[in-house]
């Protein structure tokens, strides 16, 4: 049975199971502007991904680097307002923090939310009990979205090792993508929101008990 070295957690949907939240947040955000998607647009053009690639994606490549920052600020603090009261980490998640960190396995997150969201999720979540700061990936404009690898191979870099040797953890199918084009060495599907994963070859799980930690080098 291979080892792995380290987890790599994606967080929206994985972690935190907010997908509704977004969701909302985008509905009230572009109905200002004069849009309204389906679930299914919801699904392929916003779930996994980062603002700028959601945003010229709905409104198209021409939209304005200052009409993104906008918009998707916009999405953001009313995401925040919504979610605020109902911060909750997804079934076993807090138990399979407290086995890795007990057994020294490095962790860390790699996400397409902003230095704002992140900041939030520390505040709010007391996400530092587990994740170093320093460790985690997010969108800062400096590399591709998913489902380009680019966010996971830049966690597993800051954690010193390759994807290979990390068990990434993904909801969506722009995340799933990702961390296939990275080369994880095993992906578990966190199904959050009964997303159909028939395309996928991977272990799905809907409860972090059903992780298996001998899969971890320890």
């Known amino acids: 049975m291979n080892k792995f070295k380290a987890a790599i957690f994606d967080f929206n949907g994985t972690l935190f199971w907010d997908t509704a939240f977004h969701d909302q947040a985008f509905d009230i955000m572009l109905r200002k502007h004069g849009v309204q998607l389906t ?20 409104f198209g490549e021409q939209l304005s680097d200052v009409d993104v920052e906008n918009m998707g600020q916009e999405k953001e603090s009313i995401y925040r307002e919504r979610c605020v009261n109902d911060l909750k980490f997804a079934p076993g998640a807090l138990n399979l923090f407290e086995c890795l960190k007990s057994n020294r396995i490095p962790m860390t997150i790699a ?57 990434i953890f993904e909801d969506s199918i722009a995340g799933i993508k990702a961390a296939e084009a990275a080369g994880a060495g095993k992906i578990y599907i966190v199904n959050s929101y009964n997303d ?13 008990g059903q992780v298996n930690i001998d899969l971890f080098q320890q």
């Open 39 to 58: 679930a299914e647009e919801k699904r392929v053009k916003i779930h996994g991904k980062t603002n700028p690639i959601i945003l010229r994606g709905i």
């Open 111 to 167: 996400t397409s939310s902003g230095i704002d969201n992140i900041n939030f999720y520390y505040e709010h979540m007391q996400l530092n009990r587990w994740f170093d700061f320093d460790c985690v990936a997010y969108d800062n404009g400096t590399f591709k979205g998913k489902p380009n690898p680019d966010v996971f191979l830049h966690a597993a870099q800051k954690l010193g090792l390759n994807a290979n040797q990390t068990i």
């Open 196 to 208: 159909n994963y028939d395309s996928f070859s991977h272990e799905v799980i809907t409860d972090f």
